[in-house]
């Protein structure tokens, strides 16, 4: 038995770790369950835990199988690495179609979560460029499926939080690219119509949007919109990459009362100098949290929540104010405060989080104003028809889960019983 | 650039071969024991840009075969790297208990190694160029109740790559002995259970690579290592018998 913590760092239960190395020999290894796949653990509650139980690691599945360089075909093993498919495709001229905010999530994971981008409006969820799932379950069966083969188990896998079974192998459709560089633009808003409005404007003409907000402004909002979109034939300034890490765990959140002001007034101004048009690298501008590796240590030894919540656009306006209101008045939030608006899509898995209307997230150290402070902000969101993303969950009433995710019966009978999570236990009852 | 991996599923072997797939579109030449774990990395290797791959039939102890098996590499066009990295962390209570096992342990960690070493260095001394690269230990540094048998033979490997360097001195021969510490692969699945903190393996095989490419003759990695040995090599006995290392 070994400790282990997902992104929060809101505990680090014990697990019995079962690493994973040959996806002909996964079957095997099933047979200590039940438990759960565990990729990066980069989901930040219970979907990536089974506490006191086994956890499958698939770090070890991580080998590319094949590319197809004329149709952007990629097959491989679920454990690995997005970033490694961009820095290996994106000089070939192919590129995942959707990256969440960050890189380092395996394939699987992505799947499981069906993990959405700063692209949503143009390219959906990772889960629409999914043509192939190898699914290995707790009996020893193996079973391909897709969108056109077994649909109906392949929506349950999307956004499945990997309770159907072990996905093993993947192919994907890669898109074709236009090399690293994206024409960015960052405007400076005041107030959420104003925040609507750049958002309409910007979805016919920019692939990726997405909005950082001073979460201490309430609905006085202000706020930097980021654009980009690729820079046919344009080159940036040579980017090198550079990480740091936070070296340890400060006794104390760093993230608290006396500095979420005057960082965000500060990252406010800043911002607002660098507003205009740029030829950025993708990297900094997708992913600008993996420059700072661990930075989940900073809210200190507690860990932290993160909320994120999407609610439809006819209720969004009121319902995005009144959370932010709710937010500024308890004092708590974050450093990175985000807002987006989703298109209308239809979902790709039977619990995708992404729907139409606009999506809400910021951490918040753990502290004793939070319950309350959750229970009012789901207040907003169920009344509103909204939901919560169960990547960033760990606290989430069954209740709400229940009422916000009608398909969780549908769900329910492509479950596999070898399965189980912190997560499923918490919301589902096993 | 061609490469001849002894061992190519070791977890080291395969992180370096993807960095020399990506970096340089090498030619592969495999030898594994697993043959159906080695296609898979074959397989890996082609889509992460390796020029060509190839798997070799498994001979690990029989001189000729080894002997055989290098003219064949070398008569299909010059080996540039020749990485040996097949091993096996053998349990040290079992080797005690098990002559039989003790044995085998001698002879996959310490005598196949030399064996496949010497076969190439026949051919580089030739060509007089060519880079011979052995996965040794920090446990061969110094014997320890915890791992003698396994550190004898990661000794015996980098006293042979110590002898082999003063022989190709000043020729266009390298010799590498990569000295990783306790790496996260396969191989050590049962000291991470045990709660043993691990070196991620694409960090030592980025070290690894990078030493193969300057020539270094002695590679610690990660480089603490180099200083921790350092130390433990020069504990006076009659301190070092009292702990329990």
Redesign the interface.
Known sequence: M?PVSSWGRLGAPPHD?V?L????RVAASLRHGPGIAYGMGRSYGDACLNPGGVLWRTA?LD?????DGATGR?V?EAGVVLRDIQK?MIPRGWSLPVVPGTQFVTVGGAIANDVHGKNHHVAGSFGEHVRRLRLVRSDGETIECGPDLRPDLFAATVAGLGLTGIIVQVELQLRAGNGPWLEAETISFGGLADFFALSDESEAGWEHTVSWIDCTSGSELRGLFMRARPAAGRIGRPWRERSRRVPFTPPVSMVNRLSLRPFNTLYHALGRRRTGVQVVHYEPFLYPLDSVLEWNRLYGPMGFFQYQSVVPRAAGLGATRDMLDAIARSGEGSFLAVLKTFAERPPAGLLSFPREGVTLALDFRHSRALPQLFARLDDIVRAAGGRLYPAKDARMPRALYEATYPDLPAFAAHRDPGMSSGMSRRLMGR | MKIVVIGATSGIAEHCCRLWAAEDGADFVLMARDTAKAEKIAADLEVRGARSTSLAKAEFFDPAAIEAFAEAAVAAGAVDVVLIAHGWLSDQQSCQDDLALCRESLEVNAVSPVLFAEAFAAHFARANRGTIAIIGSVAGDRGRKANYTYGACKGLIGRYAEGMQHRFAGSGVKIVLIKPGPTDTPMTASQKAAGRKLAPVAQVARETVDGIRRGRPMVYTPLLWWPIMLIVRHIPRFVFNRLSI
């Not at chain 1, 190395?21 to 002909?24: G, L, M, P, Q, S």
């Not at chain 1, 080998?63 to 590319?67: D, N, P, Y």
């Open positions: 070994r770790i690493e190395t040959d996806r002909d070890g080998r590319l199988v094949s590319f990629l491989c290996l």
